[in-house]
């Protein structure tokens, strides 16, 4: 009975909320009048993007509903499962047939690089300012790297937080006990390693720490030497594989802070600072070293902590959240994030006004107030409201699928990498301060999004050959010649030095220059 007169004071909340909408006075929860939603009818927009849940939302959704009135629209929704989405998204791009608002996983493939070239989908950079939401809730990073081959938005970045990437987590308690401060700079960081080591920081009378939870990746082409990565990106200040310099891109076997790197990171194998099977340890095996209170240093997002202190502390009990502490910069630097995941592209099909109304769509869904309700769902249905919090009933939320809008429209808490409404105050308050000191240092991978078709073709096998390098040079098994006969032969090599000039001509294009 209790949850009857839930979902009826829901149904008389919404009712009240359309009717006050749809009339001639008053203000909607979009922050629109309702006088001015009155002088237009509800805008038709055709959607077509993936779910993630086990069943996508019903059409007559009450989220969606709410949505719907807030924006002044009348959205007709295809939701794809998400197992065959990009499938179903190349075969719709090839074929010209596509909705007013087209959801695309990734604007970098051929098939959309191709069908945006050739004149499909709007251009929408010279009309951005006029949407404050789009300016202020999408990263200008995001908006820098989304940009097509000719330097021009076509799609709308689906914004993730920028900030707070993936980087060096160290035990702040190890720290502590041994009389350290946070390293800053790679001489600092080996320091550490090396002490957590030969100094028993978990005092417990025996030689069993490590300094870094290390590995490689073969299999993953964007990092295939893994966690050690991090340390190649701290010698070098790349968030990547190629750096701009002296008016080109450069590769990075072809810096000698490279050379640097790998040298640091045999001594640091050679004196037992990372496993000694880094090479063949996976990720998961990676964390559970760090949580086991076996290795000082890993590499996460501050928000994790959570799923490594309820670990550390069936080990430790002592540990506090706080102890879980992220390095600001190593060398003055450290990575940041695209700022985006998918993004949105309309229809060139769709005429210019039309074009304005969806972009001002998007703009007023992503106000708190209309976001909300894809968040927390409707009072006394999806969420109660206690103690001022709202408790979301989470079987009752994935039931309607209601975080699947989330794949329409997202609004990214800038400090969500960082920070968790279940952390601690004062762990939130710690991560946040170390958020905003590495904004200032932070670096994005600047070749994220340009194209070059060699490096599509040959880059891949490139980089596993370097990393495969890498890791034998490592483990001791090639000696560093081997590196710098490597060097020397890819500054000549025809396509290393085709790739550098594609994505020269790119990032001059993409800039404007």
């Known amino acids: 009975m209790k949850y009857t007169k839930q979902s009826l004071c829901a149904v008389l909340a919404l009712s009240t909320l359309l009717a006050a909408c749809s009339s001639g006075a008053g203000t909607d929860q979009a922050g629109q009048s309702a006088g001015e939603a009155g002088q237009e009818a509800p805008l038709e927009v055709s959607v077509m993007v993936h779910f993630l849940n086990q069943q996508p939302a019903a059409d007559d959704n009450p989220v969606k509903q709410l949505i719907e009135k807030a924006t002044n629209t009348k959205l007709k929704i295809q939701w794809v499962s998400s197992n065959n989405y990009n499938d179903k998204l190349n075969v719709m791009l090839a074929s010209g047939d596509f909705p007013d608002l087209t959801f695309i996983s990734d604007p970098f493939t051929p098939v959309f690089r191709n069908t945006a070239a050739q004149g499909a989908f709007w251009e929408i950079g010279p009309y951005i300012k006029d949407y404050p939401n789009l300016v202020n809730g999408i990263s200008k990073t995001a908006w820098d790297l989304t940009k097509m081959a000719d330097g021009k938005n076509y799609v709308i970045p689906r914004p993730r937080p920028s900030e707070a990437d993936s980087f060096f987590v160290v035990r702040k308690d190890w720290l502590d006990k041994l009389g350290m401060k946070v390293p800053a700079t790679t001489d600092e960081l080996y320091e550490v390693m090396k002490a957590f080591v030969e100094k028993d920081p978990d005092g417990n009378g025996k030689n069993d720490t490590i300094g870094l939870a290390a590995n490689t990746d073969p299999n993953n082409q964007a990092s295939p030497i893994g966690t050690l990565g991090y340390i190649e990106n701290s010698f070098t200040g790349v968030n990547g594989k190629w750096k701009w310099m002296d008016g080109k891109m450069v590769h ?67 540990f506090k959240e706080t102890e879980f502490y992220p390095v600001t910069n190593i060398n003055g630097f450290n990575p940041k994030g695209p700022g985006f995941a998918g993004a949105l592209a309309i229809s060139k099909k769709v005429p210019e006004a039309k074009m304005k109304r969806i972009l001002k769509m998007i703009d007023t869904w992503m106000k708190p107030e209309v976001f909300d309700y894809q968040q927390y769902g ?19 939320y994935n039931a309607d699928s209601i975080s699947d809008f989330n794949q329409i429209v997202y609004v ?51 980089e596993k050959k370097l990393a495969d390098l890498k890791t034998k040079i490592i483990l001791g098994r090639e000696p560093m ?23 020269t001509a790119a990032y001059k294009k993409r800039n404007g220059q």
């Open 378 to 396: 409707i009072e006394g249905v999806h969420h109660t409201v206690k103690d001022g919090a709202k408790v979301v009933n989470t079987e009752k």
């Open 481 to 503: 010649t081997a590196w710098d006969d490597m060097a020397a032969k890819l500054k000549t090599d025809p396509d290393l030095t085709k790739m550098s000039e594609e994505l």
């Open 412 to 462: 990214a808490d800038p400090y969500a990498s960082s920070t968790k409404h279940y952390f601690s105050k004062q762990a939130n308050e710690l991560y946040k301060q170390i958020q905003d000191e590495r904004a200032k240092t932070s670096v994005a991978d600047i070749s994220t999004g340009l194209f070059s078709p060699t490096a599509q073709k040959s880059l891949p096998e490139l």
């Open 252 to 318: 990075t076997s072809q810096l000698p802070e490279m050379r640097k790197a790998i040298e640091y990171m045999a001594k640091a194998y050679q004196e037992k600072l990372i496993p000694a099977d880094f090479a063949s340890l996976k990720g998961t095996q990676v964390r559970d070293m760090f949580d086991a209170s076996k290795a000082g240093i890993s590499v996460e997002k501050a928000g994790t902590m959570r799923d490594h202190y309820d670990r550390i502390i069936k080990i430790d009990p002592n």
